[in-house]
């Protein structure tokens, strides 16, 4: 675990960490495609080197669009507890705000079913294809 920020030399060596200790010995993971998101540091030469010495594993760095929200599931949920917030606190004219907002939040958030998680993360999945295409959604 690093303490503070993470730099494109930091990354590059958790790369090929995963490159050396899973990749490189195990034949069924080359040709493999390592997904991310852009980030400055993903785009760094340092971190393209890496995958340039591990050539003989065939593995590809792909990129997301530049802001794929239809991949990141926890939008769906932060989408639905700010809903319910907003419908809870809408006529509310209250001193006590910051209070109720507090358990309003706590409320929203046990309202989220195992279910919808699930479902949020099918939808991310089927839309991962689209992501890798550089569609913008």
């Known amino acids: ?16 960490e995963i490159f050396v200790e899973v990749v490189d010995n ?14 400055r540091i993903h785009h760094h030469e340092v971190v393209k080197s890496v995958f340039e010495e591990f050539s003989h594993c065939n593995c590809e760095l ?3 669009s530049p802001y794929s929200f239809m991949l990141n599931p926890i939008e769906k949920s932060f989408s639905k507890v700010k ?3 907003r419908q809870s606190l809408a006529h509310l004219h209250s001193n006590n705000r ?7 939040i706590e409320n929203a958030i046990a309202s989220l079913a195992e ?11 089927s839309n991962i294809s ?8």
């Open 115 to 125: 279910n919808d998680l699930q479902n949020d993360f099918l939808d991310m999945f």
């Open 62 to 64: 792909k990129f997301l």
């Open 83 to 85: 809903w319910s917030i």
């Open 130 to 137: 689209l992501a890798l295409e550089r569609h913008h959604f």
């Open 98 to 104: 910051e209070i109720i907002l507090e358990k309003e």
């Open 26 to 39: 195990n034949p069924n993971l080359h040709g493999s495609w390592f997904v991310m998101d852009n980030a």
């Open 1 to 16: 675990v690093k303490v503070g920020g993470v730099k494109a030399i930091d990354f590059a060596q958790f790369i090929r």
